[in-house]
């Protein structure tokens, strides 16, 4: 069993389709709700933990592609620059699933990318402007 | 200069320090060794103990002259990078506030504002060596004709470019909690509603003015380590407040001593020196500060091994209380609380986050103790910064 957290984007063609419905009916992923947001008759973004063999999740994400589903990866999404960051820990303080964590013996922030639901709210809290990258409230 | 006996001299400690055979200890290893030798022979064991912080501290800014003009001007206003100085000083001389934000920056019309630029980055684009636009306009005058000025600049095109913080280095601070029912955007970072999380800004058992708690070898002409480079406590800071609380070993529980410092700029690095943006609330400096205790005493030896479980502050709502201006402590922590990652709170279990980066304090601790080992002697203060006596229990 692997787990992946990815980002969907829904054009507005395809918003209305019961999409994820048929990943778990067809392909048995357990997937887990982690963030969503409508945009009414415009998009719709959904980031969802995957979990399953990696052949059912290579099939989910083609099976997604074909629908035309845009796919993000989220562990590539959010990125830190390791020179502009210095460890201050500000960000640890609003990650929700400690992709920023604290290492109590060292005192450094480590990123764990695969933890990452790329909600951006290290943006927000780095003082430094260390991490990057589109989350799901990104312009359309 | 302090009234405390003093045991063991600068002069002593110096003369030592230039022949190489200083012993110098960081303010992190330090109550390892009194713990297991005891205060007594910890004294006689070590001469200097180094300490380290680095994080955001406001009050901060830079003196900055950009050498005369041809035809000359009387600079009244100044910008950097559209950034404004303030001019009124002397004809080419400014100063640059690290809070200064942008001209035409949105603020906090969209809540929370980001402060992408201000004089903070002014001040690391210098330090780094970057382009920056600088701009000038005046009335003019019979010797200073010239109106407008423009030119890009780097620091090297700078005559001077001075670090001059008015008030650094705050020995211990609030600890941050909030609540209210809405999120907060704060100098102590983003504080969720309902108790969602904790916060707190000091590197605790490093941090310089905590180990020397009645600041009897830290005042005018202490030198130090400041933004990677060597620089000197010009005075106590703004806000110095030495009768603050204190516990039974005479520590302080609470923000109390601040120091003004100075250094120069072409001389830092900004591995020890960053602009920053503070979501919600503005722009800043964080800098990293470090400074040389010379163990002239037990007591001295005594300060400097406490460690974080010794050290404690105070817990402040800032949803409501701060705000208002009615700050009250909700619960006395101790750093190792703090640095464990959760505190106890009425019955939960909070997560508590650094906005002071220990990693760094580490960092300027071991590199000031490189120095005293190459020579760097230690500054004798000519004057004392205000105190209170001290109660031996």
């Known amino acids: ?140 | 200069m302090s009234s405390i006996e003093i045991k063991k001299s600068y002069e002593e400690i110096n003369d030592r320090i230039k022949k190489g055979k200083a012993v110098v200890v960081t303010a992190e290893e330090m109550p390892e060794i009194v713990k297991t030798e005891g205060v007594k022979k910890a004294f006689e064991k070590v001469d200097v103990v180094t300490t380290g912080t680095f994080g955001v501290m406001c009050s901060s800014g830079a003196f900055l002259n950009f050498g005369h003009t041809k035809p000359k001007i009387r600079a009244s206003k100044v910008w950097l990078n559209d950034v404004e100085a303030y001019g009124g000083i002397a004809a080419v001389d400014c100063y640059l506030g690290a809070t200064q934000v942008k001209d035409d920056d949105p603020l906090n019309m969209v809540h929370p504002g980001s402060f992408s630029y201000g004089g903070g980055h002014v001040i690391e684009d210098l330090i780094a060596g970057r382009h920056v636009k600088l701009k000038a306009k005046s009335y003019g005058t019979d010797c200073y004709p010239l109106k407008e000025f423009e030119k890009t600049i780097t620091i090297n095109d700078l005559r001077n470019a001075l670090l001059y913080n008015p008030r650094n280095a705050y020995q211990n601070y609030n600890v941050a909690i909030n609540l209210s029912k809405k999120m907060k955007y704060t100098y102590m970072g983003i504080l969720k509603p309902d108790m969602g999380n904790i916060t707190y800004s000091s590197a605790g058992q490093l941090s310089p003015l905590l180990n020397d708690p009645y600041y009897w070898t830290i005042g005018t002409g202490t030198k130090i380590f400041l933004g990677g480079a060597a620089g000197a406590v010009t005075w106590h800071g703004t806000q110095h407040s030495p009768d603050s609380m204190r516990d039974e070993n005479g520590m302080v529980r609470e923000g109390a001593g601040t120091i003004a410092v100075c250094g120069d700029m072409k001389e830092m690095n900004t591995e020890f020196i960053r602009g920053a943006s503070l979501t919600g609330y503005g722009t800043s400096l964080m800098v990293g500060i470090g400074i040389p205790i010379p163990i002239l005493n037990e007591d001295l030896a005594f300060f400097t091994g406490l460690s974080d479980r010794d050290i404690k502050a105070q817990l402040i709502d800032y949803g409501i209380d701060y705000p208002e201006g009615n700050p009250v402590s909700l619960k006395e922590v101790t750093y190792a609380e703090l640095k464990s990652g959760y505190v106890e709170f009425r019955g939960r279990s909070i997560p508590s986050s650094p906005l002071s980066s220990y990693p760094k304090a580490r960092k300027i601790a071991n590199v000031l103790r490189e120095w005293i080992e190459n020579g760097f002697t230690v500054g004798v203060p000519q004057l004392q910064a205000p105190t209170i006596p001290y109660m031996k229990k």
Request: with cysteine; charged share 30%.
């Open chain 1, 1 to 140: 069993m692997k787990s992946i957290n990815v980002l969907l984007i829904f054009k507005k063609e395809i918003m209305y389709k019961p999409i994820i419905y048929r990943i778990a009916k067809d392909f048995d992923i357990i997937f887990n709700v982690l963030e969503a947001k409508i945009l009414p008759k415009l998009e719709g973004r959904i980031i969802l933990e995957l979990r399953g063999t990696d052949k059912q999740l290579d099939t989910t994400i083609s099976y997604f592609r074909e629908e035309g589903v845009e796919v993000q990866t989220l562990a590539e999404m959010i990125k830190r620059d390791e020179k502009k960051c210095v460890h201050c820990g500000a960000c640890t303080a609003v990650c929700r699933v400690d992709a920023l964590a604290i290492n109590r013996s060292t005192m450094e922030v480590e990123f764990h990318p695969d933890k990452c639901v790329a909600c951006g709210l290290c943006r927000q809290a780095c003082p430094v402007n260390a991490m990057s990258g589109t989350a799901i409230d990104r312009e359309i």
